[in-house]
């Protein structure tokens, strides 16, 4: 299928292998311009993409120098398309054009005090000294041939440089992240003055191709699909629910081991912005069942995927037939970021369905295949999605199972639905819920012992967790104010019998994660 964007002009995004390679495809995204990311082996097929108007060259970990160092083909260099190389890429253009490296005495890492010299295309507008962040080992000691510095830092003398006749251009340091103060503007100094694209990537447009290309795709033929009541399942049900009204059908699986009063909730939801109401499956003593005395993390993944595809199945076997399976995956679920040396993007089963599509055996309707979370939310406010269900925080598919440490049971998941619930609803009274990416609680595999009252207790222990995070793949611990914790582990302790204390969780992702299992 051919996704909504893909007869867009773009920016394609070369990854050498950075951490935050994909944030520079975001940041374009940002200031609407599409664009993708593409493994640094795909540069032949890049380069020859009459859509594409510009090339960003990423950062990567290795050095330019070391054997077997990622490269390109000579073409590239000659192939009239607007450069702009960030770090490693940096080197590559400036080793390749003739320019001279110097190895790293020791890697440079962190904020820097950058100097413009020439503003030129990337800093026209900016304030001359600027914070930016560096995170490099070895740095360009001699221009190539046609290039002029733009920019120093105490550091190094070319922090930016470019030969804006070429359309080449290149940084050390890291415009993508955050710490970059005016990194955005850079980014889009590049797409939209050095490769003059002025195609803007919106919302708006974006409904209306997707709409129109699943009616190509789907034809006559009616389509299934799972929801969840999250952001990205009830973005892509509303689209495709547009896009081919009654020959939708959506179910919504409920699993047991949701959050307290989530099934309810979510059918609300949904038949309120639906055409038709969705087939709701109450499976919960089936999951339960088929739970019981199992502890381990991933046995308990594995227990509730299948489970859902065998609930799945039987439940819609008598509503067929149809000729597709649509589904909410994004583009970070289909890009394997670091393995830039295999194929050009590696397809993840999506977590929440795994197996589904094999099984189902019908064809996809991804409309979401291509968009960022961020962008999803914006889509969703087109289609007037209400703020309150785009903004819930990401649930996980294996649900409370994966809070739960130990064996998942009835008694437990309704223990933990309690304590979570008081959580949240404390988190939304305080005006913290928005400004929180992703909280909830964890009841602990341990009993500690308190005192209610005249008695000595020994009860459970349960955890609180809420993180800040761009995009879940790193985050930090939220730093919630001390009266809002005193009144939610109050309130837990009060309110739910077999609970005597409440602890915070102050571990950042990495090395922890977000979920305890
Ligand atoms: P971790 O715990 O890996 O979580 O830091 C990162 C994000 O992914 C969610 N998560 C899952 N989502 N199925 C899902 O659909 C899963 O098995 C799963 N495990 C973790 C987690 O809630 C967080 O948003």
Redesign the pocket.
Known sequence: MTAPGHDHPKIVVLDFGSQVSMLIARRLREVQVFSEMRPYTAWREVLADPLVAGIVLSGGPASVSDPGAPDVGAELWRGGKPLLGICYGMQLMCHALGGRLAPAANREYGHAELEVLEPDALFAGQPARQPVWMSHGDRVDALPPGFQALARTAEIPYAAAADPARGFYCVQFHPEVAHTRHGLAMIEAFARRACRLEDRWTAAAFVAEAVAEIRDQVGRERVLCAVSGGVDSTVMATLVDRAVGDRLHAVYVDNGVMRLGESDQVQRDLDSFLQRPIQRVDAGAVFLARLAGVTAPERK?KIIGETFIDVFTESTRERGPFGFLAQGTLYPDRIESHSIHGPSSVIKTH??VGGLPERLGFALVEPLRDLFKDEVRRVGRELGIPASLLGRH?????GLA?RILGEVTAARVSLLQRADHIFIEELRRSGQYDAIW?AGAILLPVQSVGVMGDQRTYENAVALRAVTSLD??T?DWARIPPDLLARVSNRIINEVPGVNRVVYDVSS?PP?????E
């Open positions: 993944r977590h929440n990401p649930f996980p598919g294996p994966v992703q879940g793949m985050a992702k922890s994660t977000i979920e305890w």
